[in-house]
């Protein structure tokens, strides 16, 4: 029985005792699952995990709050549940967490620079997984690609492929390919001089449309309807197109997530504009963790770091003067 | 090809694209699909670039004629030292909107301004009431679409009437054909576009590949179901909660697909001020978020995502062409489900709401 | 008028009530001369200090921010300033990333009897602004031009 399958009769046996489970079923597309809200047993058949089951279906918990709800992870996805946790904003009794070991999931923008032209990647009218390839049928023809080539950046870097804090886990366990995350992403953009930095932003935040789709998509947001950036006293934004709003406000989203944020990516998958957010938030999880040794959604006990302090902070070394 | 009636036409070979393109950007804008990051949009053309077709653009053009926030006029309160207890108030109005060209939208995009042009009329008050901020954009801006080939899997254009080569709301269409582009002016404005030593005329023979290419992209869509019922299904499952409620599950109450959208055209209006002087800037709204609708006491007649999601559906395919002859202000572009994070695809909620009325 | 020669910058201060904003007073009082680049906003205590206030003004306008409260284990609300020193400093890493001078920003601890230091704090950083120079802005949409020709005039 493939995974897919033991994990459909699991959802089946954990119907009785919540309101549904969130996983993934086929999208729209080929190359993008959307969410799935298992009700019914019948539904249950339409489940699909692995490569393209890319959406963090953590972020929909909070709603589901009051009542029980299972719910199918990812690693990455496990580190939201934790986290959300750990700060006591779903709780523990309230949630089956249905886990498994994930082997990576697609990034869609990496097929577009993929294909280099060959076709819109909304063309694609197929894609099927061949042991390490993706083929995907296209008007022109069947094109290969090398999964490593399409596999998001965060499957790279993963340390935990394997659900944590899971009340059932189906599968072996898997090895994670690292065994620490170097942030080589945010050494190599800090290497780049103070003023390219900021050209850069100038640059990425010019083609924000202000959806917000970063904001919702995150499971951390948990403000939702109360936002900072709506509020208009104290008016923190504006309603303008400028550059020098957007960008403050993705340093709201990002301050907000210091130290909570699991790095799950979806707030750059979100973006229509496709924007690298996750950049900044990585920045300030990269000092969290230099700081207080904390990763959030693994390192759940006690309190998160920015909801404590401590006496005598070692690794914080105050100005002279 | 829509019923159009085509006023001229010129072939340009794709040598001369780039300088007829300089020459229309003398004394305009010329908006044109551009890669950006890892992504394309629409962007003011810059000399030796050429326009970007291998991918369509993620968003729609409507901000060429309805930018995402743009300045009503600004205020400024001034006091008079010869009268202490006066003081006046100073307003001027925004400058007028230039000239403009799009150039490589999608059929789509031209549809959505044609769902856009009779609300900003003044339909709903008799003409009296008419936005004079988008008209005179619209008509100081062409539109030259660029006819499809190929679909992509989320592309329902020809659900709502349009198709991969309908000119509707545009002032010309571009076909590919070997070695160059044949344009096709359906309005005036287009056709004087077409007046240029760069274009060369265009021949029957030429017309007639344009045809067949658009038969051949029509061909490539697969068929589609009739939503004739749509607007009557929707407005009986209106108080519906549990069909809403499913069908938002996944939303994310993001606004997304509503900025995305060629044809939603909500805005809102603020004063952006600092105490003396200000801007009354209208922005776009969206119908997806919790401040949507909300009023000063603190009420909200929408008061979840599914109510709003409603709104989003129901009005593309209910409220709007009840009100305009059957006409959906969808114009089937597909941006809302390829962009949507969680994929919520607008075409099945339409189908589900369908057979869900039938069901009944 | 700056003791530094040549343009004033603008400078924001986030001082607590209790131990800096009265080391600021300290200073006044003993005449202790400082630059004029810096103005002061008062806050209850540094615990209170939002890192966005921070990032709203690095971004909206100043060249510098300099934040001050009470000496740990000092604090007037017993733990506000624990707090606030571990919000500070990992702020703080925030803006190498947006690509803004990480020296812009600084936090500090001065307590009420501290002029002398209060005046080497607000000298050290002024000069610091002053190495730096102006900060660069992000332009601002163009459709609000008339706020800052009004704010001009």
New interface residues.
């Given amino acids: 029985m493939s995974i897919q399958e033991e994990l459909q009769a699991v959802i089946k046996e954990a119907l009785p005792d919540v309101s549904c489970v969130i996983g993934w079923r086929e999208?729209?597309?080929?190359l993008?699952?959307?969410?799935l809200?298992v009700r019914t047993p019948a539904d249950a058949d339409a489940f699909r995990s692995g490569y393209f089951a890319v959406?963090n279906p953590a972020?929909?918990l909070p709603e589901y709050k009051g009542g029980k709800v299972g719910v199918v992870v990812k690693g990455c996805d496990a580190r939201s549940v934790g986290q959300l946790l750990a700060e006591g904003l779903i709780r523990r009794e309230e949630v089956k967490v249905i886990g498994f070991p994930c082997n990576g999931v697609i990034d869609v923008?990496k097929v577009?620079?993929a294909l280099a032209?060959?076709?819109?990647?909304?063309?694609?009218?197929a894609a099927r997984e061949e042991g390490d390839e993706l083929v995907l049928t296209t008007?022109s023809g069947e094109i290969r690609l090398r999964k490593t080539a399409v596999t998001a950046d965060k499957c790279g870097r993963c340390l935990f492929p394997n659900a944590l804090d899971a009340d059932v886990f189906v599968g072996d366990t898997l090895e994670p390919a690292v065994s620490a995350d170097d942030y080589a992403d945010?050494a190599a953009?800090?290497a780049l001089s103070?003023?390219?930095?900021?050209?850069?932003?100038?640059q990425?935040?010019s083609?924000c449309?202000?959806?917000?789709?970063c904001?919702?998509?995150c499971p951390m947001c948990v403000c939702?309807?109360h936002c900072?950036a709506?509020s208009?006293d104290p008016r923190?934004l504006?309603?303008?197109?400028?550059?020098?709003?957007k960008?403050?406000f993705q340093?709201?989203h990002?301050?907000h997530l210091?130290?909570r944020c699991t790095g799950c990516g979806?707030c750059q998958?979100?973006c229509?504009?496709?924007?690298?957010v996750l950049?900044?938030k990585r920045?300030?999880s990269?000092?969290?963790e230099d700081?207080?040794a904390y990763r959030a959604g693994v390192d759940v006990a006690g309190p998160p770091?920015?909801l404590s302090?401590?006496?005598e902070?070692p690794k914080?070394k105050?100005?002279d003067? | 090809m829509s019923e159009q009636k085509i006023v001229s036409r010129k072939f340009i070979s794709l040598g001369y694209l780039p300088a007829w393109l300089e020459e229309l950007a003398l004394g305009r804008t010329v908006y044109v699909p551009r890669q950006e990051g890892r992504t394309v949009l629409y962007r003011p053309f810059v000399p030796g670039d050429l326009p970007e077709f291998s991918r369509r653009p993620a968003e729609s053009a409507k901000h060429v004629l309805f930018p995402r926030s743009e300045g009503l006029f600004s205020f400024c309160r001034k006091g008079d030292p010869g009268a202490p207890d006066t003081r006046g108030l100073l307003l001027s109005e925004s400058a007028e909107p230039g000239q403009a060209v799009i150039f490589g939208a999608l059929s789509c995009d031209a549809r959505g301004f044609f769902a856009f042009d009779p609300v900003y009329d003044g339909c709903g008050t008799k003409g009296i009431a008419k936005d004079v901020y988008y008209l005179k954009r619209r008509e100081n801006t062409a539109l030259i679409v660029k006819a499809c080939k190929t679909p992509l899997s989320t592309c329902f254009c020809h659900w709502t009437g349009g198709g991969p080569a309908s000119a509707q709301g545009a002032d010309a269409l571009a076909t590919d054909l070997d070695g160059g582009i044949l344009l096709q002016a359906v309005t005036k404005k287009g056709a004087a576009l077409l007046e240029s030593a760069k274009l060369s005329p265009a021949t029957d023979d030429q017309e007639a590949s344009a045809r067949a290419a658009h038969e051949a992209a029509v061909k490539a869509m697969p068929s589609s179901p009739s939503l004739d019922g749509a607007p009557e299904a929707l407005l009986g499952l209106f108080d519906n909660k549990a069909f809403w409620h499913a069908q938002s599950a996944g939303c994310l109450s993001c606004g997304a697909c509503t900025y995305l959208c060629p044809t939603c055209y909500c805005f809102n209006l603020t004063d952006e001020s600092n105490g003396i002087a200000g801007t009354r800037l209208r922005t776009w709204d969206t119908c997806m978020s919790a401040l949507f609708t909300m009023e000063a006491s603190g009420h909200n007649p929408r008061r979840d995502k599914a109510a709003r999601l409603k709104n989003r559906v129901g009005h593309k395919f209910s409220y709007y062409p009840r009100i305009h002859d059957g006409r959906f202000s969808c114009c089937g572009c597909g941006r809302c489900i390829r962009s949507c994070p969680s994929s919520v695809d607008i075409r099945q909620i339409v189908l589900n709401a369908l057979k869900e009325n039938a069901d009944v | 008028m700056s003791v530094l020669k040549g343009q004033e910058l603008r400078i924001i201060g986030f001082l607590c009530n209790w131990c800096s904003y009265g080391g600021a007073d300290t200073a006044g009082i003993g005449r202790f001369v400082q630059p004029t680049d810096l103005r002061v906003v008062r806050v209850p205590c540094s615990g209170r200090i939002n890192p966005l206030f921070i990032m709203k003004a690095l971004l909206y306008g100043a060249d510098g921010v300099l934040v001050s409260g009470c000496h740990p284990r000092d604090c007037h609300y017993a733990e506000g300033n624990f707090y606030a020193r571990r919000r500070l400093e990992v702020i703080k890493a925030l803006l190498p990333a947006l690509g803004i001078d990480p020296r812009r920003f600084e936090y500090t601890w001065v307590s009420a009897s501290e002029g002398r230091r209060w005046q080497h704090v607000v000298e050290s950083f002024t000069m610091q602004i002053h190495d730096l120079g102006p900060a660069r802005r992000l332009p601002d949409a163009p459709e609000l031009d008339v706020l800052k020709m009004v704010a001009a005039e």
């Fill in positions: 999208g729209p597309e080929p993008r699952a959307a969410p809200f959406n972020v929909f923008d577009a620079v032209g060959a076709c819109d990647p909304g063309e694609i009218q008007p945010v953009f800090e103070l003023e390219k930095r900021m050209d850069f932003w100038e990425e935040m083609r449309v202000r959806c917000y789709a904001r919702n998509a939702r309807e900072v709506l208009r923190w504006t309603q303008s197109d400028g550059v020098r709003d960008m403050f340093i709201i990002a301050s210091a130290g979806e998958r979100a229509p504009a496709r924007i690298p950049l900044l920045a300030l990269r000092r969290v700081l207080f770091p920015l302090f401590a006496l902070e914080i105050e100005r003067w």
